[in-house]
């Protein structure tokens, strides 16, 4: 079974850093690319970028780009997104989601990010 | 960057009766469109991909219409558990943008 386990719920200040995962099972994780999506509150959906896992290739919505990092680690079939200083707009739901041909067929259950002071 | 504008923001409509989204695309996408339903709490779900092919396992009274910039997810006859939010996504360009969302609410 496909699955996107992502990590939990964080509360974080303005200014620290966070890195939150996504961990797949159940495919060939260095086969799909994996992208990442900011839902904010009460907000629709906005495309943050993607990589593929297999050479580490990535993209950034030019929203994101210098914003955030986004890696991923094949060995243990996780990928991640970093802030380096987080701030209070970053409060947001956030999904990984495995790209297929057509679509993002398997996502992960997301990781609600509060920023507040 | 491509834009998707997604009509209309609110659909008011009755179990039973048939539902018409529309998503515009800034410029041609070809067909390379998908359609998602969120329902509240939850992570998006695939519904259509490719402007008409409908992902595993989703019902088919769930059916899309494209290609170009206009496209169209009809759902014919809604069940209760349709009542959600749908977004349209291109990946014709890189950035992968989504429409603002159609949110199907129960008359």
């Known amino acids: 079974e496909v699955q996107l386990v992502q990590s939990g719920a964080e509360v974080k200040k303005p200014g620290e850093s966070l890195k939150i995962s996504c961990k797949g099972s159940?495919?060939?994780?260095?086969?799909?690319?994996i992208g990442w999506v900011r839902q904010m509150p009460g907000k629709g959906l906005e495309w943050m970028g993607i990589?593929?896992?297999?050479?580490?290739?990535?993209r950034y919505s030019p929203s994101f780009q210098g914003q955030v990092t986004i890696s991923a680690d094949k060995s243990i079939s996780t990928a991640y997104l970093q802030w380096s200083s987080l701030k209070a707009s970053d409060t947001a739901m956030y999904y990984c989601?495995?790209?297929?041909?057509?679509?993002?067929?398997?996502w992960g259950q997301g990781t609600l990010v509060t920023v507040s002071s | 960057e491509i834009v998707l504008t997604q009509s209309p923001a609110t659909l008011s409509l009755s179990p039973g009766e048939r539902a018409t989204l529309s998503c515009r695309a800034s410029?041609?996408?070809?067909?390379?469109l998908a359609w998602y339903q969120q329902k509240p709490g939850q992570a998006p779900r695939l519904l259509i991909y490719d402007a008409s092919n409908r992902a595993t396992g989703i019902p088919a009274r769930f059916s899309g219409s494209g290609p170009g910039t206009d496209f169209t997810l009809t759902i014919s006859s809604l069940e209760p558990e349709d009542f959600a939010v749908y977004y349209c996504q291109q990946r014709s360009n890189w950035p992968y943008t989504f429409g603002q969302g159609t949110k199907l609410e129960i008359k």
């Open positions: 989601a495995r790209q297929i041909g057509g679509g993002s067929d398997y």
């Open positions: 159940g495919y060939s994780f260095t086969s799909y690319w």
């Open positions: 990589i593929y896992p297999g050479d580490s290739d990535t």
């Open positions: 410029q041609g996408v070809s067909s390379y």
